[in-house]
């Protein structure tokens, strides 16, 4: 059963305290889809312009991601992302965005895709993703991402676009500007009253917390000492969560908690390389030991 | 098997953006005895002058908190301290610190307190924390906690201390001063490297992580939405940690990680009331049904 994502494909500069890195391949949708391809067949849907590496496409066709979705403008250039982490790791600046044919983002999903059931949303504009919601009525699971920058310029789609999810993901200083609350609990049950069934808080280094009707709970990152570049990490954890829920085909409440387990041990392999260097080292093999060890850390 | 516990007993006035309130039950080694008297005997070494309400003590005493080495110098005046907290409510101001009697704090035990087994060291000045170990020479495990102040001034007095000790419990932001890395796990682990067989940083809202010979873990905070006032909650986490090692006699990996989690608990109940508040209402029965609670929380 395949897996849906619409969002950005991108080539990043990025610059760390120890290194500076150009033209990666990045983008919400890439690192989403690169990590749900180690639980489900994914359909990636997003544009690119014509410098747009083959050798891209063909990494995410490697592993078994269907690119028909990838819409090539022939005269248009790849949206463009330069950011900088500060010492912490945690905080980063972007020097330069180039929208460019990311900016006239209308996805239209193949036809073989609106049959899909689940369906990820990466962080876009809200009536772009109300448009892509559209096309997938027979969906069963539509969770998706949320950015800053929506939530201060288009209020009224994000709020229809809330009552239309299952599940939304957003970070923590988004829960906290979208609800006025300094409390990241009392934040995540705010927003999961605006609309979603669950609401999933991203904590960056410090993990994630979930607000489901019945339950609250958090899980701590993935404890790693090789921190490269956490570009992507919140894409990446979304991949495999969601990836996992396709797989399984289920999202009860204790298949949702191993889906944000597989999730936090994704995202902790994506950040101890640049782009997707590191994933492009592991198997599913080095997902589940590395799960298994996440697990026996957590039980006590 | 009683605890022993050195460390501060004060008067705080607490201001959070919600309430302020004055001449509350304070101190490290107050909140770290209220919180391991809920597993095993404690006592108490600390010094207060003649203002000390009695009522407090005897709260301590009700508690089975032996405060036999609780010094009252008759001319002098209690530990006050003034602090306001953010709206984030994990970053504080200190408004005004009157140290009085705690600024000579000279701790002599009682020679009953001299063969126990169990010793924490509340933070202070880590010359007078060298002093308090000498005094208890057939000690099977001794922790203690630290804080930025000494950090920047008593750097030889602190180095000695990390090798005598088993245990050191810091803060994240004294973890990263003490080591100039941003990394925590790498942090974590500098610190162990400087002597203690275990290092635990506290990361207040976000948890603890363990670093000890072979294993490195994170367990995160309970979450909870009442959080009324946050002083103390270090010093509760680690009460409810070594009261319930001491409650065993021993810690071994797997004790130390269920210790662990205990703390964790113990604080989550601390802040949800100003001062010892909350901790007066509760249990030893709630504890453990939180503990159960946490516990599934965190199994997948």
Do not use: C
């Not at 849907?45 to 496409?57: H, K, R, S, Y």
């Amino acid at each position: 059963m395949p897996l849906v994502v619409v969002g950005s494909v991108a080539i990043d500069h990025v610059e760390t305290p120890v290194e500076r890195r150009n033209n990666l391949l990045g983008g919400s949708a890439t690192h989403f889809s690169y990590a749900a391809s180690f639980f489900t067949g994914v359909h990636l849907v997003g544009v690119v312009g014509a410098d747009f590496p083959q050798e891209n496409v063909q990494l995410l066709n490697s592993r078994g991601i269907d690119t028909s979705g990838l819409h090539t403008v022939k005269d248009g250039k790849t949206f463009t992302w330069t950011g900088r982490y500060a010492p912490n790791m945690n905080d980063r600046e972007t020097l330069e965005v180039e929208l460019n044919v990311f900016g006239k983002f209308d996805p239209v999903l193949p036809e073989a895709y609106r049959r899909a059931k689940y369906v990820f949303l990466a962080n876009g504009v809200p009536a772009v993703q109300l448009k892509v919601l559209d096309q997938v009525p027979g969906r069963r699971l539509a969770v998706a991402d949320t950015m800053d920058l929506w939530i201060q310029t288009q209020r009224d789609d994000l709020e229809r676009l809330m009552r239309a999810l299952d599940g939304l993901v957003l970070n923590d200083s988004e829960a906290k500007m979208r609800t006025g609350s300094e409390n990241l609990v009392a934040a995540g049950r705010a927003v999961q009253a605006m609309g979603p069934k669950f609401v999933i808080i991203k904590k960056g280094e410090h993990g994630a917390m979930f607000f489901g009707e019945h339950e609250t709970y958090v899980l701590p990152a993935y404890p790693t000492d090789r921190l490269i570049d956490p570009t992507g990490a919140g894409d990446t954890f979304a991949g495999g969560m969601m990836g996992y829920l396709t797989q399984r085909d289920a999202f009860d409440a204790e298949t949702l908690k191993t889906a944000m387990a597989y999730g936090i041990v994704a995202a902790s392999f994506n950040v101890e390389g640049f782009g997707l260097e590191r994933m492009q080292e592991i198997t599913r093999e080095d997902i589940e030991k590395r799960l298994d060890k996440y697990r026996k850390m957590l039980s006590f």
